[in-house]
């Protein structure tokens, strides 16, 4: 077994995997150090898969229940969590397998154990069995992701007080779930459990959930959720949390101060964000520069101020997406290669994978407006849409937004129905530089929930023609 590499990878993430992949495919050697024991990182293990395999099955039972007798179907239904959980575990096992074989295909080396960069092309890797195994690689690639922000006072025990590791995992589905912090990953486990039967209630220190999102969206997308039934309190802190013999006493007060009052709850998942992993790597000793958020500093090549030390994924800046970290993982090998790769940053889509779900890419109306750059805008109801009414998902519309003197397309938003799905048009779009004109005029298949995106791009130019 060689230890000596042109790239060694450290995390096998999103970030980690596709560099070590792409890395094989252009030539080069390569490992791929992860800790964890499973490949696939936070998003394999316990993120955007877990979590989806449950949002997808409490859709499918919530549907059963409240939605079925619309259509006409009479059906009885039972709630198996175990299964549930079990078709959640399956799914996760079969993906991070997937990633072993991957690497094996790509003749990336997965290494199981911690790393530490003990110098500039140097690494020592703590396996499983206590031994050090140390390597050497031309170029090491810090692709170590994220962990869940702590919330001062509070310990999360993954028993009664969960981080969306806890949440997903849940042996039985509590009466009342508190969610602190109203951010995607709260509100999709939120959606989870509100499900399978918890009363859910949102705390956020902002005015608004979801603070990342176009205005509008965010209010209807709101609204929408509060119609399902969970609540919310905005404008929220929670300051301290008393376990009591009927569960949790959780102490909140205005964001801005003021009096204090108390929830009372059976689980609270803190999910107010997630901070770069950058500890325990060495990197002070050899002095990568961290920002004020103790992420990785790079430049827009993805190499740090340590020649031969990169960094991609959710310990550098940007949005903490998988596939934000797959695309730089590309970038990032390819630059290692002697190649030209970059990221376009305007065309990284976010999604909400709740129902409807929420969908995302390029610029806000808020962002537009403080960049003081003239847009035109255009929007279509899913009401007005064949499809939505076809499936009964008519809640939420889609808007595009175009420069006012160019028509280019500079942000598309979607509240609805496999709005996460739709959206991959839309980045594809604004990568092309495409106008809305170009959007409005392409063929859309009938009847499709895409049709609304179309209808939505005509609405710039003002000739809408099924509203
Ligand atoms: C509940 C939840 C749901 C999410 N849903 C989505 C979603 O639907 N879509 C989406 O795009 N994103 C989602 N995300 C975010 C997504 O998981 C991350 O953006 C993504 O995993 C980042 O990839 P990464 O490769 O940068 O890091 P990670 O996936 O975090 O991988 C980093 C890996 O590095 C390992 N590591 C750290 N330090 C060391 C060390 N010293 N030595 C060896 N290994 C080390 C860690 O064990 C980890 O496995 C979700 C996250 C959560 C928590």
Not at 323 to 329: L, P
Not at 367 to 381: D, M, N, Q, R, S
Request: proline share 4%.
């Amino acid at each position: 077994m060689a230890d000596s590499f042109d790239v060694a990878v450290i995390g096998g993430g999103p970030g980690g995997y596709n560099a070590a992949i792409r890395a094989g495919q252009l030539g080069l050697t390569s490992a791929c150090i992860d800790k964890r024991g499973a490949f696939g990182g936070t998003c394999l293990n316990v993120g955007c898969i877990p979590s989806k395999a449950l949002l997808h099955a409490s859709h499918l039972f919530d549907e059963a229940r409240n939605e079925f007798p619309k259509l006409g179907i009479k059906a009885t239904v039972e709630l198996d969590l175990p299964g549930m959980m079990a078709h959640k575990t399956k799914v996760v096992g079969e993906l991070t397998k997937g990633v072993e074989f991957l690497l094996k295909k790509a003749k990336s080396e997965a290494i199981v154990g911690e790393a530490r960069i003990t110098a500039p092309g140097k690494i020592d890797v703590k396996l499983k069995d206590g031994a050090t195994r140390s390597l050497t690689a031309k170029n090491i690639v810090i692709a170590t992701g994220s962990d869940v922000a702590p919330l001062p006072g509070v310990t999360v025990d993954e028993d009664t007080i969960v981080s969306s590791t806890g949440a997903l995992s849940l042996k039985t589905v509590p009466k009342r779930l508190l969610v602190v912090g109203g951010g995607y990953i709260g509100l999709e486990l939120g959606s989870v459990w509100r499900r399978l039967g918890s009363e859910v209630t949102v705390v956020e220190f902002l005015d608004r959930i979801t603070p990342g999102l176009d205005g509008e969206i965010g209010k209807n997308f709101q609204r929408i959720l509060g119609k399902q039934g969970i609540k919310f309190q905005l404008s929220t802190k929670v300051v301290g949390v008393e376990k009591t013999s009927a569960g949790l006493s959780v102490t909140v007060e205005p964001a801005a101060g003021g009096a204090q009052s108390k929830i009372d709850t059976d689980i609270m998942l803190v999910s107010i964000g997630r901070i770069a992993y950058s500890d325990k790597l060495g990197l002070a000793d050899i002095g990568v520069a961290l920002d004020s958020r103790g992420r990785v500093t790079t430049d827009a090549y993805y190499k740090t101020n340590v020649p031969g030390i990169w960094a991609i994924g959710d310990v550098r800046e940007g949005p903490m997406l998988a596939h934000k970290a797959e695309d730089e993982a590309v970038a990032c090998i390819e630059n290692i290669a002697g190649r030209a790769g970059h990221v376009n940053y305007d065309a990284i889509p976010a999604v909400v994978y709740t129902a409807p779900e929420v969908a995302s890419v390029g610029k806000t109306e808020e962002e537009l407006k403080a960049a003081g750059v003239a847009y035109k805008t255009g929007k279509f109801p899913f009401t007005a849409n064949a499809r939505a009414k076809t499936i009964a998902a008519t809640d939420g519309f889609a808007k595009i937004i175009a420069d006012a003197k160019t028509d280019r397309v500079l942000g598309v938003h979607i509240l609805g129905a496999n709005a996460g799905e739709m959206i991959a048009e839309c980045a594809l779009a604004i990568e092309f530089g495409a106008s809305s004109e170009d959007i409005a005029r392409t063929s859309h298949p009938h009847p499709t929930l895409s049709e609304a995106i179309r209808q939505s791009a005509m609405g710039v130019e003002g000739w809408t023609m099924q509203m």
